[in-house]
């Protein structure tokens, strides 16, 4: 299931209740970023590989910055579950844009990514995230398992590749 938040709610019922993660609007907030800096990124590796550039949020995402957040993560939802967040100034106060989580035999992933702004093809980036966030929420195993999986993988090929040390 994806989520698509255009209004504040809590999303208690999908994380522990202790961890009290809501959707909540940027405006009048730290994190609306018109006194200080915010920086906002997306993992790109996996998941998002399809998304070009680096991690940061540049000009290509105008369309879609979010007008909401989502507050309450972890420090394990950020290290796991987390795909896209913002922060301001010397990485302070961390909210999630992009976060994915299991519930019963499925997955669920929730994005404030404003993704229906334009009608559906006119923004690149907005067709590129939606398509990427549906193939996140049907996608098997824990992100950690994926990127764990990803890793090996990769050294493995890179063992596969000939040295380019010269032979002696």
Request: proline fraction near 8%.
């Amino acid at each position: 299931m994806v989520l698509l938040p255009e209004s504040e709610f809590d999303l208690s019922p999908l994380f522990p209740h202790w961890q009290a993660v809501k959707v909540k609007a940027r405006k009048d907030t730290l994190w609306q970023g018109d006194w200080a800096s915010t920086f906002g990124w997306l993992h790109r590796p996996l998941g998002f590989s399809r998304v070009p550039g680096e991690p940061l949020l540049d000009e290509t995402f105008d369309r879609v910055l979010p007008t909401y957040v989502i507050s309450g993560c972890n420090l394990l939802d950020f290290q796991a579950r987390v795909h896209a967040g913002l922060v301001i100034g010397w990485v302070h106060k961390p909210v999630a844009l992009t976060v994915e989580r299991r519930y019963g035999k499925g997955r669920f992933v929730a994005s404030t990514f404003r993704l229906f702004r334009d009608p559906p093809g006119a923004d690149p980036t907005a067709t590129v995230l939606l398509d990427s966030l549906l193939a996140l929420a049907m996608a098997q195993g824990s992100a950690a398992s994926r990127d764990r999986e990803a890793i090996i993988s990769e050294m493995v090929e890179r063992a596969r590749l000939p040295s380019s040390l010269p032979s002696r």
